[in-house]
C-alpha cells in the first residue's frame, strides 16, 4: 500500500507562486502515473496536472495550463506541482494521486487513481 504525503500549501496572494510536494512511501511509485487534484468547497474534485508513468507528456486542465507545472523526482519518491500566478480561484484543497493500472496512459478521472494523499490547502488572497 503507497502512502502519499502532500505538502507546501498555504496562504499566498493572487500573483504569487507556492510549489507543491508529494512524498510516497514505496519505491513503485516511480513507476505510476501521477496526478494532482484540487477540490474546492461545493465544487468536484478535478484533475489539474498528470504525468504518465514513464515522465512523457505531462498534461493540465485548460484552467492551469501554462500557470502549473508537473514534475517528479524517482530517486526522491516525490512529485510536485509548481504553481504560478496564482488566482482567487485556484483556492482549494489539493490532493496527489498515484494510478498503478496503464501508468503509461493519461486519464482526467479521479476514479482511476489508486493512491491518494491526505491534501493540503491553498488559499489565495486578492
Known amino acids: 500500500q503507497v502512502q502519499l504525503v502532500e505538502s507546501g500549501g498555504g496562504l499566498v496572494q493572487a500573483g504569487g507562486s507556492l510549489t507543491l510536494s508529494c512524498a510516497a512511501s514505496d519505491r513503485a511509485f516511480s513507476n505510476y502515473a501521477k496526478g494532482w487534484f484540487r477540490q474546492a468547497p461545493g465544487k468536484e474534485r478535478e484533475v489539474i496536472a498528470g504525468?504518465?508513468?514513464?515522465?512523457?507528456?505531462?498534461y493540465y486542465a485548460d484552467s492551469v495550463k501554462g500557470r502549473f507545472t508537473i514534475s517528479r523526482d524517482n530517486a526522491k519518491n516525490t512529485v510536485f506541482l509548481q504553481m504560478n500566478n496564482l488566482k482567487p480561484e485556484d483556492t482549494a484543497v489539493y490532493y496527489c494521486?498515484?494510478?498503478?493500472?496503464?501508468?503509461?496512459?493519461?486519464?482526467?478521472?479521479?476514479?482511476?487513481?489508486?493512491?491518494w494523499g491526505q491534501g493540503t490547502q491553498v488559499t489565495v488572497s486578492s
Open positions: 504525468i504518465p508513468g514513464n515522465g512523457w507528456s505531462p
Open positions: 494521486a498515484a494510478r498503478s493500472k496503464k501508468s503509461n496512459s493519461r486519464s482526467m478521472r479521479y476514479e482511476d487513481y489508486d493512491y
